[in-house]
T-cell receptor, first 112, second 113 residues
Framework: RKEVEQDPGPFNVPEGATVAFNCTYS??????FFWYRQDCRKEPKLLMSVYSSGNEDGRFTAQLNRASQYISLLIRDSKLSDSATYLCVVNKGSGGYQKVTFGTGTKLQVIP | NAGVTQTPKFQVLKTGQSMTLQCAQDMNHNSMYWYRQDPGMGLRLIYY???????DKGEVPNGYNVSRLNKREFSLRLESAAPSQTSVYFC????????????FGEGSWLTVV
């Protein structure tokens, strides 16, 4: 079983739709969680951290379920500019060194 | 704001040639990383340096060497390139002081023929 698993998609959704991605992780000792966004032929960039209590940033909501070992990302009112690949990231490390594992990504295509 | 800068952006090598990918960060981060990204495989850690003066193997170190020249610079060397090393390479850095966010360079597209 992969350490971090994501549905590769693609998710093709119309503008204005709500879309949700899930990501499961296998190591219960994982300490912190993130969603990164990667545009085609670009570097990954941090979208948001994921906290146990859930967190929201504008149209984006991230949640963590430690008992079931998954994290989710919800995008409301999808925009064309949301089209990208979304990477789930799980960190087992602490301190300065980030012992992270990246998921292979979920591709989102928002259609006009 | 330069962030993480890596060179070259594109390179074509012949099998058996050697080359070095250069990386520098101006954020005073302690930790630096080299990843490769292949279709369907996600980002895989080649080597990392938790702090200046230390380097350690990641998930896929074979065929690569690294040097943490100073706090700013972390280079990746391919001693004898193989077609299996055709990939996109990302340098990255992070630090507790920056919330442990990993910042990536723009990537280096390497083709080995």
């Amino acid at each position: 079983r992969k350490e971090v698993e994501q549905d590769p998609g693609p998710f093709n959704v119309p503008e204005g739709a709500t879309v949700a991605f899930n990501c499961t992780y296998s190591n219960s000792a994982s300490q912190s969680f993130f969603w990164y966004r990667q545009d085609c032929r670009k570097e990954p960039k941090l979208l948001m951290s994921v906290y146990s209590s859930g967190n929201e940033d504008g149209r984006f909501t991230a949640q963590l379920n430690r008992a079931s070992q998954y994290i989710s990302l919800l995008i409301r009112d999808s925009k064309l500019s949301d089209s990208a690949t979304y990477l789930c990231v799980v960190n087992k490390g602490s301190g300065g060194y980030q012992k992270v594992t990246f998921g292979t990504g979920t591709k989102l295509q928002v259609i006009p | 704001n330069a962030g993480v800068t890596q060179t070259p952006k594109f390179q074509v090598l012949k099998t058996g040639q050697s080359m070095t990918l250069q990386c520098a960060q101006d954020m005073n981060h302690n930790s630096m990383y080299w990843y490769r990204q292949d279709p369907g495989m996600g980002l895989r850690l080649i080597y990392y340096s938790a702090s200046e003066g230390t380097t350690d193997k990641g998930e896929v170190p074979n065929g690569y060497n690294v040097s943490r020249l100073n706090k700013r610079e972390f280079s990746l060397r391919l001693e004898s390139a193989a077609p299996s090393q055709t990939s996109v390479y990302f340098c990255a850095s992070s630090d507790v002081g920056s919330g442990n966010t990993i910042y990536f360079g723009e990537g280096s597209w390497l083709t080995v023929v």
